[in-house]
């Protein structure tokens, strides 16, 4: 019978005779803590070797309060660098323009818009009085001196955007 072409699953590869290597016992996952009791000797020196160390950092605290009696003092060191940047935040909110930076365009527009707007009732006034035809001919028209400076007032700002219309189209 053929071995299978295609194999699935976790495949290892099987070694064909040589010499056995020795397996080496899995290190426990909860460290030294195993339930393999160890000798008192053992304990003795882990503990021996932990005061060690902690007396050695102990000595390298001691060395390094001498030499700088703040290196341990974190708080003020954060309590410092919240200050500087409570600080410099202030300096950007004053020195910023409080001002909205958009609202002239918006103020423009809106201005744009009610002009063309004023010129379209104007308009829609005028084709009425062509519509009403020779009915008021015969009556007098009264005009106010503000709505004849309104008048002159669009009459220049459509000569105006004219003149942009002709800078603005390219010349060939």
């Known amino acids: 019978m053929a071995l299978p072409t295609k194999q699935y699953g976790l495949i290892l590869p099987q070694k064909k005779g040589g010499s056995k290597t ?90 744009e818009r009610k002009k063309e707007q004023e010129r379209r009732d104007e308009r829609k006034i005028q084709k009425e009085r062509e519509a009403e035809g020779e009915k008021f001919a015969d009556k007098e028209a009264y005009v106010t001196s503000a709505y004849k400076k309104k008048l002159e007032e669009q009459k220049e700002e459509e000569e105006r955007e004219r003149r942009q219309a002709e800078i603005e189209e390219p010349v060939e």
């Open 22 to 111: 020795a397996i080496l016992p899995k290190p426990s996952v909860f460290g030294d803590d195993s339930d393999d009791e160890t000798s008192v000797g053992e304990t003795l020196q882990k503990e021996a070797i932990k005061k060690k160390m902690m007396k050695q950092t102990r000595l390298e605290m001691q060395k390094a309060l001498e030499q700088d009696s703040t290196v341990y003092d974190y708080d003020a060191v954060y309590e410092d660098m919240q200050k500087q940047k409570h600080e410099s935040n202030k300096k950007v909110l004053e020195g910023a323009d409080k001002r909205p930076k958009y609202i002239h365009q918006l103020m423009k527009a809106v201005e």
